[in-house]
């Protein structure tokens, strides 16, 4: 195997440097948060939340408009206050 030569005046290019950045998101104080901002405060991906919300393990959203689905501030802070409560004081069908 040969090794790359670099002409005159040209750089090697560079590799991708791993970071490690993270999302920090925030609930606002009251109102409804939409699936990304939930998922980021809970540091799932938003097709996690939607299979838990399935599952019946988180509360679901509530509709805003045809296309528009969001969940109360309130409920996610009490699932995150306690999930295994939330999720005993919320079994549906047993």
Do not use: H
Not at 69 to 88: E, G, I
């Amino acid at each position: 195997m040969q090794a790359a030569i670099i002409k005159p005046g040209r750089t090697a290019p560079s590799k991708p440097v791993p970071t490690t950045e993270t999302y920090s998101a925030t609930l606002p104080a009251v109102g409804y948060a939409r699936a990304p901002m939930v998922s980021g405060v809970l540091g799932i991906a938003v097709s996690t939340l939607w299979a838990w919300t399935a599952q019946g393990r988180f509360p679901k959203p509530v509709k805003l408009s045809p296309r528009v689905s969001a969940w109360p501030v309130a409920d996610v802070r009490a699932w995150l206050a306690d999930p295994c409560a939330w999720q005993s004081a919320n079994m549906v069908g047993g």
